[in-house]
């Protein structure tokens, strides 16, 4: 079974970067399909990005473009979220998914696809 930790989130001030870390125990995390998520209160889980076994990035969220990056080191088993000019609108907790691979796609935006996750890590942006 694969596990995912987050780690990085932080209270950060408008403007900043910031860059989390996910780190996975599995023997075969080279080969997982990683996805990071964001979902504030009241809100619906957002596909913020997704990445490729071999770090090509797959997705960017409108939301989120020209600010975010999505990077994996597979010898590490990590995968990075690299978030700058960061707004308060971007104030959520923050998921790590993965999944072995999709039938009919590279990635999916669908949370109820993905079969491993992360427990979450909160990035806050206030002032």
């Known amino acids: 079974q694969v596990q995912l930790v987050e780690s990085g989130g932080d209270l950060v001030q408008p403007g900043d970067p910031l860059t989390l870390s996910c780190t996975a125990s599995a023997r075969t995390f080279d080969m997982l399909v990683v996805a990071w998520f964001r979902q504030s209160p009241g809100s619906q889980r957002e596909l913020v990005a997704a990445?490729?076994?071999?770090?090509?990035?797959?997705h960017i969220g409108n939301s989120v473009k020209g600010r975010f990056a999505i990077s994996r080191d597979n010898a590490k088993k990590k995968s990075y979220p690299q978030m700058s000019s960061l707004e308060p609108e971007d104030t959520a907790s923050y998921y790590c998914?993965?999944?072995?691979?999709?039938?009919?796609?590279?990635?999916?935006?669908?949370?109820?696809?993905?079969?491993?996750w992360g427990q979450g890590t909160q990035v806050t942006v206030s002032s």
């Open positions: 990445i490729n076994w071999n770090g090509a990035t797959y």
């Open positions: 998914a993965a999944d072995n691979g999709f039938s009919d796609s590279y990635y999916s935006t669908d949370p109820s696809k993905y079969t491993y």
